[in-house]
């Protein structure tokens, strides 16, 4: 069982930035295919990034069409942790946030929405609120 933990939420004015830290329990291959998602009450949960690490992709990272020059998703494997920088910030942005793991699917396959949160584990989440 991978064990996600979440940090870095918290309340922000539109404009700002917050960089929100998921730490991982281990770093194998459990846990090649990693990612953001956010969820506003009443709404499914929403993709924001991902990042994969099993050869040959070896930290290919996608985002959310929406979000891309906004938010960045980078790991740091000597800490087992996933972070999201989060920029330029809007009351839109307002939500749960948390990380997701789980193994790389078999190519063709991308390391996408519904295979992390069908094939992944995933964190308690950090709060997001961003006020205007």
């Known amino acids: 069982q991978v064990q996600l933990v979440e940090s870095g939420g918290g309340s922000v004015q539109a404009g700002g930035s917050l960089r929100l830290s998921c730490a991982a329990s281990?770093?194998?291959?459990?846990?090649?295919?990693m990612g953001w998602f956010r969820q506003a009450p009443g709404k499914e949960p929403e993709l924001v990034a991902t990042i994969r690490f099993n050869p040959p992709f070896n930290g290919l990272t996608t985002y959310s069409d929406s979000l891309k020059g906004r938010f960045t998703i980078s790991k740091d494997s000597t800490k087992n942790t996933l972070y999201l920088q989060m920029n330029s910030l809007s009351p839109v942005d307002t939500g749960l946030y948390f990380c997701?793991?789980?193994?790389?699917?078999?190519?063709?396959?991308?390391?996408?929405?519904?295979?992390?949160?069908?094939?992944?584990?995933r964190g308690q989440g950090t709060q997001v609120t961003v006020s205007s």
């Open positions: 997701a793991a789980g193994p790389s699917p078999a190519l063709p396959a991308v390391c996408s929405r519904p295979w992390l949160l069908r094939n992944g584990y």
């Open positions: 281990e770093d194998t291959d459990k846990t090649t295919c």
